[in-house]
């Protein structure tokens, strides 16, 4: 099948370029705008005949003009394996819901997996650009241009005060959230997160951890992103997140740096403890896998550690999820049993970096 | 510690949810969190797995809030007067519905409900309630030009005050070339 390199490959092509603008910090930036189409009602309580009628129009309507923005692939929730399904979740390329109601739910993706177009899932569609880096306003171009493709193929549901309308009034006016995924160890350890975070919130923007939430994030992986939709441009609210971002950003290069100057025998033992732990341990879980590839994400960008590519977080945080897991095990697992997979996969993926 | 949700396996996920100062706690192993992350829908698939309060779970809070409020009041005016529940005559969703979900059924949702929806959206979206943004081509041509030509003269600004003046002229003279086609359309129609 020609989609299978969807769920065998845990890098999307885009993410494999190598770190994009600000990599140190920043690791991926999307842009995602909600849309529905005029007269259907939205899916959430859409009758079964309504969505499926709704999935077959959007997707063909959509797959025929698809040159316009390169191949597009239409992959049917219902007719994936459940280990498929899960994978394509954790490479945030579909979301939870949209197979919540995979009976009539497809994504639409391209070769290189930047863009990912949601059917029937919140909103009649959700259209995705992803890419590495810190990429705000490359990634909303693209949208931008993908939203006239598909806007030119198809009549939205839009309304010239409210803007463009969505199943949830959170997301009215744009339908656009921008997010940022930044990788912020030294300003969880030095407390300073805690500091900032309520500066950031009034600004209309909030912070959350990719694995738990606000300072209890794993990983120390978080996703800035913005709240409002309504009353500001996409420009606008771009640049301000933009700028946002970029603070943040500088204030982990700083206290990176003081890290380094006040504490630099205890940051090595930090980092080292956890490169050798990664490197020899037999069971470990995802919490701590987590936890342990910051560190040792931290250690690359500081140079401590040489010779081991950074991406090696990002990889081993998405190979090292129980749906990876399962799929290249080809088995459903336990607890215990993934562990031990868990920790093998690692070591052998830090085996090949030496 | 336990996982409260199967009682069997070590939990492994603690967290703490507060709402309007009551503090809830939460102690989960790996499969438990999991399952209930599959069944809470956010953005990123990871956040789910700590069952994240969602904006979507607070907006449906700010709703319940304002009914719970306003329905004392509205008892003690009008006493078992049943009236018709505010409904969307075209999709049939009910306002009760859309607060206890935090979605709406349809695009006609947005009038139907509008009186309701008003102050929500002060509350979510900092004040505003109007759309400054893009706007499709398609049926809605004359706010696209107009939007087109705000953001020109919005450009037009910068390169003034960059100095930046053959570029300005050029802009000037498309921006009144743009002009002169609306005030046309206007007139057209």
Redesign the interface.
């Known amino acids: 099948m020609a989609s299978e390199h969807f769920f065998s490959e845990a890098i999307s092509p885009w993410m494999q370029e190598g770190p994009g603008p600000e990599g140190d910090i920043a690791l991926s930036t999307r842009v995602r705008l909600a849309r529905n189409i005029e007269q259907y009602p939205f899916p959430v309580f859409a009758s079964e005949e309504a969505s499926a009628t709704l999935l077959r129009y959007a997707s063909s309507t959509l797959l025929n003009q698809s040159e316009e923005v390169g191949s597009l692939e239409a992959l049917n929730m219902n007719e994936l394996r459940p280990n498929e399904r899960q994978v394509l979740v954790e490479k945030h390329l579909v979301s939870p819901y949209l197979i919540k109601n995979m009976e009539h739910s497809a994504v639409l993706l391209n070769n290189d997996e930047s863009i990912s177009i949601m059917v029937n899932e919140e909103d009649h569609l959700r259209l995705q650009c992803l890419s590495n880096g810190m990429q705000l306003e490359e990634c909303y171009n693209e949208a931008d241009r993908l939203d006239d493709w598909a806007e030119a193929n198809l009549t939205y549901a839009f309304d010239e005060r409210l803007g463009y309308l969505t199943s949830c009034p959170t997301n009215v006016g744009t339908g656009m959230r921008a997010s940022v995924m930044v990788h912020l160890p030294a300003l969880v350890w030095t407390n300073q997160l805690s500091r900032i975070l309520p500066a950031i919130h009034q600004l209309g923007l909030v912070v959350r951890g990719i694995y738990g939430e606000g300072s209890e994030a794993l990983g120390n992986l978080f996703q800035i992103s913005n709240q409002m939709t309504l009353g500001k441009s996409e420009k606008d609210i771009i640049e301000d997140l933009r700028g946002v971002v970029m603070q943040v950003i500088q204030r982990e290069r700083h206290a990176r740096e003081s890290l380094l100057g006040s504490s630099r025998v205890k940051l090595e033992d930090r980092v080292f403890r956890s490169y050798g732990i990664l490197a020899y341990s037999r069971m470990m879980t995802t919490k701590e896998a987590a936890n342990r590839l910051s560190d040792v994400r931290l250690g690359i960008d500081l140079d401590l550690i040489k010779g081991i590519s950074g991406n090696i977080l990002n990889e081993l945080m998405l190979l090292t999820q129980p749906g990876f897991l399962e799929q290249y095990a080809g088995e459903s697992l336990t607890q215990e049993e993934a562990d031990i997979r868990r920790a093998n996969v690692i070591r052998e993926r830090i085996k090949l970096e030496l | 510690m336990i996982c409260q949700n199967c009682g069997q396996?070590p939990a492994?996920?603690?967290?703490?949810?507060i709402v309007n100062g009551a503090k809830t706690e939460l102690h989960l192993?790996?499969?438990c969190a999991?399952e209930q992350?599959?069944?809470?829908?956010?953005?990123?698939?990871?956040?789910?797995?700590?069952g994240?309060?969602t904006?979507?779970d607070l907006?449906s809070d700010l709703l319940n809030m304002d009914q719970s409020n306003t329905a004392g009041n509205a008892e003690k005016k009008q006493p078992k007067k049943a009236a018709r529940p505010l409904t969307c005559d075209n999709?049939g969703?009910t306002y009760k519905?859309f607060t206890k979900?935090?979605?709406?059924?349809?695009?006609h949702c947005?009038h139907a409900f509008e009186s309701k929806?008003t102050p929500?959206?002060r509350r979510?979206?900092?004040?505003?309630?109007?759309?400054?943004?893009?706007?499709?081509?398609?049926?809605?041509e004359k706010?696209h030009a107009q939007r087109e030509l705000d953001e020109k003269k919005r450009q037009i600004n910068i390169l003034v005050q960059n100095e930046e003046f053959e570029k300005a002229a050029e802009l000037r003279d498309e921006i009144r070339t743009l002009e002169k086609q609306f005030q046309g359309r206007e007139e057209d129609s």
Request: with cysteine; aromatic share 8%.
């Open positions: 396996r492994s996920l603690h967290y703490t949810k192993c790996e499969e999991k992350g599959e069944s809470s829908e956010t953005e990123h698939s990871f956040m789910s797995a700590a994240g309060y904006i979507q907006l999709c969703l519905q979900t935090g979605r709406l059924g349809c695009a947005y929806l929500v959206f979510v979206h900092s004040g505003n309630t109007n759309h400054t943004g893009k706007v499709p081509k398609h049926r809605h706010l």
